[in-house]
């Protein structure tokens, strides 16, 4: 039997724990644990308003009131596998490329060990190392992108790894399964009509947040699953894929995303594929109120968890 | 004729009143008054951010642009029956079983007087007291239930009453109608499968966000008014029904709640039932911002006030 | 080839230009530019929470992250015509009437070289100067009027002219084309049922909020269309018109209103208007957080900017 | 026996009460009060950051912790003489003049009975409304005036009358003492060394905040007294003398100003003086935070009562 | 020798550790631990602004940016002395006596195992638990006392311990040395002239933060010494001494307090004495802004662990 | 005759420009210009909040306020030499060896039309482009630099460059006259002893916070004209010289700081030295509240103006 959350009734949920959902730490459970939780505190890869390096801690303070339970999925998450906190990854905020390296070695020794990673960022620099590491145990993997942006722009200033690359560098690397990526939830202007034509070439399907609007986390969820199939999936939810108004605490925020609620649907509408890691990124609390941000964003881990322990059905 | 509010077009609407809509205070009217609105400053009863104390104060200032024609029902509240300020109920904020008395205590006089009741709060622990109080008068009544959690849980830290538990105490103690309670707005992850359960073996049927979203409020309302059908109802809103993103400013935040459109327009749709009291609680403003969350929950009890004085079709 | 914004790969969006969408300055242009931005910092005309005079600078501020290309239209804006950003307008904080008039007039010079102007309040006072300067060109226009309030108040304290009484000036001074103006996403309470009737009479139709969100924005922009057909369109859009979750930094905060993406997809939708002029207004950025109001507006402004430019079809 | 503020062992602060120091209401105690808190809700006269508007209810608010005991001059104001809260003048937010005359009146109403006013404001402007009552009464004053700015400007935009003018206007109205007016705690910037010049012309002393730092609160408060003599003296105290780390919540902030301890202690170093009426202005609580600025105004004003009602030693 | 703080240069200060100053846990050094930082998570006690439940948290966030040499002692705190952080203690939110009861068990269990305890509160109430504790070990302490308040009041609403009581309750139970204590910084009103009578009968010795401003730091540090001799010290400070300037994020502040530079030289210059025991309390982070009461309080901490580890001279 | 800041009492300070000051832009003004002030929008060299690449543009609003007599030193900055604003140099935030070039670059052109150059930060890292452009021009200058930290260290993660080492750099480079150098309002704990020693062996004198608290302003001003003589002065000013109760907004905030008039007067007082160049640093507004930062940073770079353009006595 899993070790879950320390017991709210007897500890109270502002007391002690900074782990995230009030987990054991991985040195408290080591061998047991096949799913972990990790932080990685890097926004060196920002192009506009930094802060991320403070979202690992500052999701994990908006994990704190996450229940054991999840009613629509009818299961207990943390009582299927044994999931722990693995804490944050030492990066280097002075070297993009050193922290990749790092972050994938990281990476790399957790799915050694037959652990599954969701991590919590950072800018979204870091899911290039991410994919990196997961494509070397699965094989090309499916990118499901949840995002304001495409992120699949080539350099800025002449810097070929930053948030806005990563999933070009994927892709170029060949970490990308073919034809079955998909952008969920995009909004806001572009730079250029070929932006566009670009990333179909890059092999992405998209849902802007116009069509998700018209036609609702369930289709979503559906032509998401028809677009994976069974391949492995990697899920990288950037929060500014929400409106600023449920996610403020953002660097690159764009009006007219998704709200929580139809984001979270969504994920729980994807029930069902095979997911092999994932991430939350860009919460820069600063920019942060009431901790709203950091709250929703421990909801999509947490949704996140669900989906990937779920039995399949 | 009932006497109104001040007159915005001669008093500006930030000089002078800080009772709730400007209306008048108790004491000005007296007698006259059927309708009241009374604040209850406690927030003992809290599990995770405190500050409730603070609500009824923050909800009166977020009150202040409210206007007294009401266009979807098509009627002026303040004019169909003389409702007034009450002002706070001195509660002791280091004794809950206490305040539970001397806020019973204070209803149970506004009642005599046959007013009904309005409270702002505070947190949840209260609405023990005033279902304690309506229900001497009316009997068992039918509660409605906006809120992320169901409020059904039995202790916490050995203490029966807080702001999770208020509607088990009222099962046990008789005071709800059987069968014809309903929760509306829940979302969040919970303790275990056995508290839905538990909440349904309290007579409680359940109108999820989930499902909120799928079948709109107008259908939320009707579904309401069938479960509630001529009984005597109290409307008891937890303003963390609404997602963070329109309601900062609470205790125990859960991402994907109601929009305060949603909210505003379910509890229209349930325009016909016989309102006999109400609350809206957990406005905690050390967490809100430009009064965002007060002036939602001052629209609650607004649109509370109309659809107790409205005449039913 | 009209000049761009500054290229932001080769310039940090966080750095130096503070002009709307970091396009150029007027007078980099001069007589090339057919569109231009000004500002209006002026918010005398406040009735409650006062500091839209900082609008302008704030909303400026929100529209670095823009970029040049419309997905939804497919097109580049400013590679259409020549935009500019004309700066500010030198207000009197201590004379409404005197600012109306330096209004009017600074509107009249732009139109007179044959530019379009896009406003950036400031309070909604503004919008009667901008009123009077189109029709002089245009004649009675068609205004469609986003907001939560209805703006055609007649006096407050007997002052005829404040930011909400513009319409009804407009509508007796005659710039106002007959039955053919609309209000949009209306919410919250008025004064009075006279208000509704009065309005009706000055020629307007309404769409209220609760009724945008039964039919959506697409069925909105038609209705729209279909009131305005052929004639010149002037869009005042008031940032109230969006929910506080959604726009705090306003004045006059109404809970229920719509979404940033449903205002900006109702514009959209509007496509193939004549759009002669237009307005975002009463964005208070000292009860902003994390610029989440300034971005919202300078997206809508961007949208304003693509309807006004885009080629009928 | 007058009656004080209500009993915080029995009332919670966070309860019920809105008026100044929980005291009672004018209308409560009539004709005992002696001395009246007075608030004036506005903010027309405003260069530069709007907002003290909603001055007075923020240093209500900011009042409730005072307690009745005055150590450093071991005396109980409010058991000395009866001391009420008279609410808010109803002003005209769109006209300077007509609100000068109203709350001229209103003060002439409150000493036509005997009673001193302490004043709440609202912005500079209102203090010469204040001071044409007082010196009605009392003839010309000694003005001594806490400031960062001198506040003897001639005009804006052509404006005789806004904050920054008000006491140049006095000056010319007669109604200070010659020779017997000062400023205190002066710093920041000025537009032109004729600043300084013309207002020794007006009669005034100057202890900028550079000399006051070196001589200390002490002898500050000699010095004044010397300044003042026996004449009838008017306290007027712009919240921006302090820095704007100890009051955020102002509209003209200056970097280099007292701290609230030296501002409190320069107070009390002027006990002896003949003060015969006050104001505390320009706070603007939406660039506050957690109230600092109010509650330091709120202190500004008990010190200030303090000293009007000490008996001279 | 003692395990240190994390390494700075090798993991960023912003990744991974959540204890206090980044040091070990006391779990990862046991029995070498002889100084541990003990959070209390409560704020049941609170008369005013709660929210000090998450004061331990936020000062160890605070904390982060502290570094192990302390200049003006010459002196590597971390390395005299093993010091840990042993996590918070799990209160009793709704039971104020229970809580007392575990929080003194807690420190009892420490203090067996020779170890000297600095709590991060939590209201003011725990130190009644604390000295209960370390007077069973050393006898009656001197108490060293900074605070806005005497907090020697009785009771409040009938309930004997809460935060404005503890020190009255510790003379009652005799936990306190005669003529050894002192309060430093008192300042703002008080109920009564009796407060300071009492307060006088208890034994305390009183420095105002009128007297500190006069004497200066150094001065009230050698008055503290003489008046605490050899006896074992017990310091309690309560971040509300500090003006509300330097520290928002506090319960109930008081304008005219110290500046953070004079607390932590008077805490310098007590150099000598025989401190046995401490805490930091009161620092409600729902009214901070950027960390900077947590950070005062978190620098504070670190003051005392170093005058508590410091050879005496 | 200069072309001095824009009229306030025509143009509103809240209007059109975004110069600091208000100024003339560097291309309205062109080869008049001899002090210009610049802004280097970038904080990649930042070790922990970042955030300050904002810090220009939120000085420069926060200098909107700032008036062109300095009465302290009875003279108009802007009148006795032509200033301007250049506007930002166009950093690339992923590569700080890139950027100090440059920084070097733009500041070497400035140098070479004769124009004295004050920078707006920006981290501190920037401080030794700077360095090596005024050197360039006037060999080894005495650096005088308000700091917490000492930035002396050697590297972070490796990295040689970073905001925590440029003046180690600097003196490694031979950048800095020997023995001239001065660290002033130093607070906060060190990494080691050897810190201070590795200081000393740079060349760098020290005066503490706490030791300027002793001595005061006027004396600190003394001996860092003793120190520097008449060698040319470079004066760089990190914002957190300032307590966290005056600068909140900024990346590494240590309590015990200065306050804003112990800067501004202790810069005051080094009238007389010969200033060839200087900068504020460190500003990070997200972290700011209501521009309390922003203002201090503006009003310390007017004083650096008047000590750059005041006539030696």
């Known amino acids: 039997m899993p070790t879950g959350p ?14 995230f959902a009030r987990l054991p730490r991985l040195d408290e459970v080591g061998d047991e644990a096949s799913v972990i939780v990790l932080g990685v505190p890097f926004d060196s890869g920002t192009s506009y308003r930094p802060g991320a390096r403070f979202g690992p801690t500052a999701i994990r303070q908006g994990s704190k009131l996450l229940r054991p339970y999840h009613p629509p999925l009818d ?19 002075f070297d993009i490329v050193e922290t990749l390296q790092i972050v994938e070695a990281a990476a790399d020794e957790h799915l050694a060990k037959g652990r599954r990673v969701i991590t919590l960022g950072g800018d979204h620099t870091i899911a290039l190392a991410l994919l990196r590491s997961v494509s070397k145990q699965h094989g090309p993997v499916a990118l499901v992108h949840f995002d304001a942006h495409l992120d699949t722009w080539d350099t800025y200033f002449g810097a070929p790894y930053t948030h806005g690359t990563p ?28 932006d566009l034509e670009d990333d179909r070439g890059f092999g ?9 609007s018209e036609i609702g986390p369930r289709a979503v969820g559906e032509e998401i699953k028809r677009r994976v199939g069974t391949r492995p999936v990697y899920l990288s939810i ?16 764009e009006a007219g995303g998704l709200s929580s609620r139809e984001l979270l649907q969504s994920i ?21 109120h009431a901790e709203i941000t950091s709250i929703a964003a421990a909801h999509v881990a947490y949704e996140m968890l669900a989906l990937m322990v779920a039995p399949s059905t």
Chains 1, 2, 3, 4, 5, 6 share one sequence.
Do not use: W
């Open 6 to 19: 320390a017991d709210s009734f007897k500890q109270p949920r502002f007391a002690n724990s900074s782990t």
């Open 75 to 93: 299961l207990e998450p943390f009582n299927i596998v044994q999931v722990a906190d693995a804490g944050d990854v030492s990066v280097n905020p």
């Open 238 to 253: 950037d929060i500014d894929v929400l409106d600023p108004g449920f996610a403020p605490g953002t660097g690159t925020p």
């Open 204 to 212: 992405f399907a998209l849902i802007s947040a116009d069509r998700f």
């Open 167 to 194: 999933f070009r560098r994927a892709f170029e690397e060949g970490l990308l399964a073919e034809e079955s990526c998909i952008h969920v939830g995009t909004h806001g202007p572009l730079y250029a009509r070929s």
């Open 268 to 288: 729980r509408a994807m029930h069902g594929v095979k997911l092999v890691g994932g991430d939350v990124v860009e919460v820069s609390p600063a920019y942060d």
